[in-house]
């Protein structure tokens, strides 16, 4: 069914005429009644749809339009006009974005069930949570019915969560339009059967961004590029990778005000993919699907996935793949698998932002599990090449919206079904030999691990997981003391709790060639490791005394320290320059932002006691963005007067700390003393793809002091060093023995065995501090904070 304009009725002095005919034959005066209601109905819902607005109204343009993007002001501003005419719609500012824009949804629906709301809302907040219903299954079951019967399915649309995926935000407003204006029967069937939770952007702040750095480039070679810095302030891309950690303010608005709100049953995420593959990916994920997902939810977003793909294909669409290219490992990504929804993923290709690309058939490229060039079982209809624009993406995309709005709309009582069963299966009493509960026991009263507790229960809780105080208690043998927590997976989010708090086991993947698959995204995501909290299973039933602990804010704690901090910031964005930021802001560390020119401008020693480059590619700190690809002022990287400044800064007593791959920049450029001794290995010999790794430490040295003998590290695409002279010191090593995985995946752990992770080297009068691991990580790794923020603190204690 591909995307129409809304259906129009027929005038009403026809019907008006037919009426008259009949009455004159002598059809019954109630039929002529019933005719003329029709009509009146008929020329009302006339009047309402020639008074919606239709995008263009607003905008000056139809969304899909080569080379044309929308502001948020004006996207704002067409939501507010629909809600106003439409009786269809509702409009709601949750908040504010982390920039200041407002943070909105359209919930869109029939007018009587709009009217109905609270009573919705209390029905999915029942069924989320069948103990509400009942003490017995029968009894649960029974009450569960009665609501599946009055209730609606409820779908959450969002959009644009990466900004450069322009396609969505601008479809936000055709999906609203046809659904706040169209009499189509499927379209008031869909309104009558579900409640629709439409967000224009998860990202508003970055809409600005592109645009403006769009039309900024539009009509110059530099037309259709990326803009040179972070499309959301803090996280770029990485902001779909805070769906557990509730690091950034978008992500905890759309958590604490619309799914832990509403409850979900499906939450369609419509994202763009890269131009060379296929025009469309759809559910069925990939292998692996993380464990903790329940087997609803595969089912779910299996079903839904295949219909869409279904029907599209028949209507005409081609390029449409599924099982292939992304996967349902981490939360990271998908909130709605552990709180009863599915999640349908739906990736469509790119073009140049808002600008046409023309693609040969011979530059489509494979991805994981389909080779755009062959028709397959997942891939069965190929897209033969050619010319592909902003309005080929906004007719896939909102092609696919209503036909998943139509499923959700014909089985709403299955979708309801599948849903209480969700939460059915996750209430129920575990049975000894099962995991039962975890339980966390209490950290000294003011101490960092205090803190970092503090900060994993409020996360926890953010998901909606039920924690308790406990008294003293005996579990599998061992006695807690009091004040110990206690989190029982017999609840509606234990599973929630369950995927951040146990090891991940990622499964060694090989293609055909016996090569290691690369995972879609990281492989662990063990959030009490990452913040060095200890939690323990239990899996015996066991009797303890409890209240139930509320949600509470953790306390924030600053870093004092007296040193100049500058963070290097390339032209080629950097996500984790990016967390660097936001980390350094979170604990009041003062910085200034440092870009290529002011590296090459020179007397940095003079201004700065730290310089923090964050990871990047060796590349791309020192060549920057080719000439010919980007406008002047952002061309080029550090060079080698960048490096000479740099060396002139340590040598005069200046601290520079290089994170991740940015250490292999360093160790090159700089001349230093050690050697990685992953670099140049294949993936068959060493692969660490977001796994993390247990070290010990030199307590000795001033970083580590204060920290316990063990910590771990966050290692992805990350180097391990070889100490080439007694230049350099080793902080933090890879154990000789012992167990050096802790979470994730890694292949070929002897080559990093006794190597080390964390180096100084002394270099005149300062330091080069070398972390071959990411210790600021995603917002998340608090267990390593401490490393950083004790570099940056010893900085200081060089100044003259």
């Keep these: 069914m591909n995307f129409r304009p809304s259906a129009h009725v027929a005038p009403v002095r026809s019907v008006g005429t037919r009426h008259a005919i009949a009455f004159r034959s002598g059809v019954h005066v109630a039929l002529f009644c019933l005719l003329c209601l029709c009509a009146a109905r008929a020329q009302s819902s006339t009047a309402v749809a020639r008074s919606v607005p239709a995008p263009e109204e607003v905008l000056g343009f139809h969304p899909g339009e080569d080379r044309k993007l929308a502001s948020w002001n004006q996207v704002i501003e067409y939501f507010r006009r629909l809600a106003a005419t439409s009786a269809r719609v509702r409009f709601e500012e949750l908040g504010k974005s982390t920039m200041g824009q407002p943070f909105v949804m359209a919930i869109i629906s029939a007018p009587e069930n709009l009217a109905r709301l609270d009573e919705f809302r209390r029905i999915q907040q029942q069924l989320a949570d069948p103990r509400l219903l009942g003490r017995d299954d029968q009894t649960r079951d029974r009450a569960a019915e009665e609501l599946i019967k009055r209730g609606r399915a409820v779908v959450l649309i969002t959009c644009a969560i990466h900004s450069t995926e322009?396609?969505?935000?601008?479809?936000?407003?055709?999906?609203?339009?046809?659904?706040?204006?169209?009499?189509?029967?499927?379209?008031?069937?869909?309104?009558?059967?579900?409640?629709?939770?439409?967000?224009?952007?998860?990202?508003?702040?970055?809409?600005?961004?592109?645009?403006?750095?769009?039309?900024?480039?539009?009509?110059?070679?530099?037309?259709?590029?990326?803009?040179?810095?972070?499309?959301?302030?803090?996280?770029?891309?990485?902001?779909?990778?805070?769906?557990?950690a509730f690091t950034q303010i978008e992500t905890r608005l759309t958590?604490?005000?619309?799914?832990?709100?509403?409850?979900?049953?499906?939450?369609?995420?419509?994202?763009?993919?890269?131009?060379?593959?296929?025009?469309?990916?759809?559910?069925?994920?990939?292998?692996?699907?993380?464990?903790?997902?329940?087997?609803?939810?595969?089912?779910?977003?299996?079903?839904?996935?295949?219909f869409v793909a279904r029907r599209m294909l028949e209507a005409g669409f081609r390029g449409i793949t599924w099982n292939s290219s992304y996967d349902a490992w981490t939360p990271a990504r998908a909130y709605s698998?552990?709180?009863?929804?599915?999640?349908?993923?739906?990736?469509?290709?790119?073009?140049?932002?808002?600008?046409?690309?023309?693609?040969?058939?011979?530059e489509l490229r494979s991805r994981d599990g389909y080779d755009p060039q062959k028709p397959s079982d997942n891939f069965p209809v190929v897209w033969p090449g050619g010319e592909w624009r902003l309005r080929d993406i906004t007719n896939y995309m909102t092609t696919a919206a209503f036909e998943l709005l139509h499923h959700a709309a014909l089985n709403r009582e299955g979708w309801l079904r599948r849903f209480y069963e969700i939460g059915k299966e996750a209430i129920r009493e575990r049975k000894a030999g099962e995991l039962f509960a975890f339980v966390i026991?209490?950290?000294?009263?003011?101490?960092?691990?205090?803190?970092?507790?503090?900060?994993?229960?409020?996360?926890?809780?953010?998901?909606?997981?039920?924690?308790?105080?406990?008294?003293?208690?005996?579990?599998?043998?061992?006695?807690?003391?009091?004040?110990?927590?206690?989190?029982?997976?017999?609840?509606?989010?234990?599973?929630?709790?369950?995927a951040l708090l146990e090891r991940q086991k990622y499964p060694d993947l090989r293609d055909a060639a016996g090569r290691p698959m690369q995972p879609y995204d990281v492989t662990a995501h063990t959030l009490s490791l990452l913040m060095g909290v200890e939690?323990?299973?239990?899996?015996?039933?066991?009797?303890?005394?409890?209240?139930?602990?509320?949600?509470r804010a953790p306390t924030s704690i600053k870093v004092n320290t007296r040193a100049r901090v500058a963070l290097y910031r390339s032209h080629v964005p950097s996500m984790d320059e990016g967390w660097t930021r936001w980390v350094l802001e979170q604990h009041g560390v003062s910085y200034a932002s440092l870009v290529d020119q002011g590296v090459r401008a020179g007397s940095l020693r003079a201004k700065?006691?730290?310089?923090?480059?964050?990871?990047?590619?060796?590349?791309?700190?020192?060549?920057?963005?080719?000439?010919?690809?980007?406008?002047?002022?952002?061309?080029?990287?550090?060079?080698?007067?960048?490096?000479?400044?740099?060396?002139?800064?340590?040598?005069?007593?200046?601290?520079?700390?290089?994170?991740?791959?940015?250490?292999?920049?360093?160790?090159?450029?700089?001349?230093?003393?050690?050697?990685?001794?992953?670099?140049?290995?294949?993936?068959?010999?060493?692969?660490?793809?977001?796994?993390?790794?247990?070290?010990?430490?030199?307590?000795?040295?001033p970083l580590a002091r204060e920290l316990g003998r063990e910590t771990i590290v966050w290692a992805e695409d990350?180097?391990?060093?070889?100490?080439?002279?007694?230049?350099?010191?080793?902080?933090?090593?890879?154990?000789?023995?012992?167990?050096?995985?802790?979470?994730?995946?890694?292949?070929?752990?002897?080559?990093?065995?006794?190597?080390?992770?964390?180096?100084?080297?002394?270099?005149?009068?300062?330091?080069?501090?070398?972390?071959?691991?990411?210790?600021?990580?995603?917002?998340?790794?608090?267990?390593?904070?401490?490393?950083?923020?004790?570099?940056?603190?010893?900085?200081?204690?060089?100044?003259?």
Excluded at 170 to 195: F, G, Q
Excluded at 278 to 302: C, D, H, K
Excluded at 337 to 352: F, K
């Design 441 to 498: 026991p209490p950290a000294p009263e003011r101490s960092a691990q205090a803190h970092r507790t503090e900060v994993l229960l409020d996360t926890l809780r953010r998901g909606g997981v039920e924690i308790e105080r406990a008294s003293s208690f005996v579990a599998d043998g061992t006695r807690y003391p009091n004040g110990t927590m206690v989190i029982r997976l017999a609840q509606p989010y234990g599973s929630f709790a369950k």
């Design 337 to 362: 698998h552990y709180h009863g929804g599915v999640r349908i993923l739906s990736e469509t290709a790119s073009a140049r932002l808002a600008s046409p690309l023309t693609v040969k058939f011979e």
């Design 718 to 800: 990350s180097p391990a060093f070889e100490v080439l002279s007694d230049q350099a010191r080793i902080i933090a090593r890879y154990p000789t023995d012992g167990e050096l995985l802790l979470s994730g995946w890694l292949l070929g752990e002897q080559k990093i065995r006794g190597r080390a992770a964390l180096v100084e080297v002394r270099l005149g009068r300062g330091s080069v501090y070398l972390f071959g691991f990411r210790p600021q990580y995603r917002g998340q790794s608090l267990a390593t904070y401490p490393l950083l923020f004790n570099a940056i603190a010893a900085s200081a204690d060089g100044r003259s």
């Design 166 to 244: 322009v396609g969505s935000y601008l479809s936000s407003m055709l999906i609203a339009h046809r659904l706040a204006a169209s009499n189509e029967p499927e379209v008031l069937e869909t309104l009558r059967n579900t409640i629709i939770l439409l967000v224009p952007s998860l990202n508003p702040d970055g809409v600005d961004i592109v645009k403006d750095w769009y039309d900024r480039t539009l009509g110059t070679p530099y037309e259709g590029s990326n803009p040179p810095i972070l499309y959301h302030k803090y996280a770029g891309h990485d902001n779909n990778r805070d769906w557990y």
């Design 255 to 306: 958590v604490d005000k619309i799914h832990n709100v509403w409850h979900p049953q499906i939450v369609h995420d419509i994202h763009q993919q890269g131009p060379y593959g296929s025009r469309l990916f759809l559910p069925p994920y990939m292998a692996p699907v993380e464990p903790n997902v329940p087997r609803q939810i595969v089912e779910g977003y299996t079903e839904l996935g295949l």
């Design 608 to 701: 700065f006691d730290a310089i923090i480059i964050p990871d990047h590619s060796p590349r791309a700190i020192f060549e920057g963005h080719r000439p010919g690809t980007m406008p002047p002022e952002y061309v080029g990287g550090l060079g080698e007067e960048g490096v000479r400044q740099l060396r002139e800064f340590v040598m005069q007593g200046g601290t520079l700390i290089c994170l991740n791959r940015a250490s292999d920049f360093a160790i090159e450029k700089l001349g230093l003393p050690v050697r990685d001794v992953t670099e140049g290995m294949k993936r068959e010999e060493f692969y660490v793809p977001g796994s993390i790794l247990r070290v010990t430490l030199d307590t000795t040295h």
């Design 535 to 551: 939690v323990r299973p239990v899996f015996h039933p066991f009797q303890y005394f409890a209240r139930k602990e509320s949600q």
